[in-house]
């Protein structure tokens, strides 16, 4: 049983608008969550994390949003640039448990 | 931020050998190491969590015997896939997390497994 689901496979977004990326989990006790990135042939790379303790986390052009009560967090990223096209991966858990991944979506950027 | 390696990052292998991957934190000492699996368009299955020092915990469906886990040290974990078959051949990923209290992990760049 999945505890962590990316229902969108795939995205595609024109250059300059809005990416968003959601996520959604089914253990209330997570207090830990986390977006990655991963190109083709590469492992994932660590792009922003948020705590239970706070609603929204902002870094540069990405900023994920939790809300709890629906179990939900989202990424966005503004303004979307061709760079950004990769399989981006949420992935939630408890504190010094392990984390549980989503199947990923894959972001297009069109240029 | 903190590097992980991984070692090789492709290997070829013949049904029957035994293939091993190495997962080094580079400027950090990893005192739990994770290994995962992905299959083509599906997500990072945890495989096994090694602490430096003692006996890794696998996942259910895990065979330990088949997937060996060493975590000697605390910037060095290896995985070693004995008795490799075709439906080992996968992309395999380390991760590692610090002394530091932090709870990202950093994963390595992966090793792509090719068991003929």
């Known amino acids: 049983d999945q505890q962590v689901k990316q229902n969108s496979p795939s995205l595609s977004v024109q250059e300059g608008r809005i990416s968003i990326l959601n996520c959604d989990y089914t253990?209330?006790?997570?207090?830990?969550f986390l977006w990655y990135k991963k190109y083709p042939a590469e492992g994932p790379t660590f792009l922003i994390s948020i705590s239970s303790i706070k609603d929204k986390n902002e870094d540069g052009r990405f900023t994920v949003f939790l809300n709890k009560s629906a179990k939900h967090l989202s990424l966005h990223i503004v303004p979307s640039q061709p760079g950004d096209s990769a399989v981006y991966f949420c992935a939630a858990g408890r504190t010094g448990n392990q984390f549980y991944f989503g199947t990923g979506t894959s972001l297009t950027v069109i240029p | 931020g903190a590097v992980v390696s991984q070692h090789p990052s492709w290997v070829i292998c013949k049904s029957g050998t035994s293939v091993k991957i190495e997962c080094r934190s580079l400027?950090?000492?990893?005192?739990?190491m994770f290994w995962y699996r992905q299959f083509p368009k599906q997500s990072l299955m945890l495989m096994a969590t090694s602490n430096e020092g003692s006996k890794a915990t696998y996942e259910q469906g895990v065979e330990k015997d088949k997937f060996l886990i060493n975590h000697a040290s605390l910037t060095l974990s290896t995985l070693t896939v004995t008795s490799a078959h075709p439906e080992d051949s996968s992309f395999y990923i380390c991760?590692?997390?610090?002394?530091?209290?932090?709870?990202?992990?950093?994963f390595g760049p992966g090793t792509r497994l090719t068991v003929t």
């Open positions: 253990n209330s006790m997570f207090d830990y």
């Open positions: 400027d950090f000492q990893a005192t739990t």
């Open positions: 991760s590692a997390t610090g002394t530091g209290g932090g709870y990202e992990q950093y």
